[in-house]
């Protein structure tokens, strides 16, 4: 039976590791993008 609790248990590190990773702002590929699409209230960059 202990085998299942370590594999809980890896599964869940994995979770929380996963979950950080994805909120990193330097690596979160889900949420990222492109420059142009940060502000969207910013006038276009042509018009004066």
Known sequence: MR???IAVL???IGC??????MNDPGNGR???TPPQQQ???APPPGTP
Do not use: Q, R, T, Y
Request: glycine share 6%; proline share 6%; net charge negative.
């Open 3 to 5: 085998w299942l609790f």
């Open 16 to 21: 929380v590791l996963s979950i950080g990773w």
């Open 10 to 12: 890896l599964i869940l």
């Open 39 to 41: 502000n969207p209230l």
């Open 30 to 32: 889900i949420e990222a």
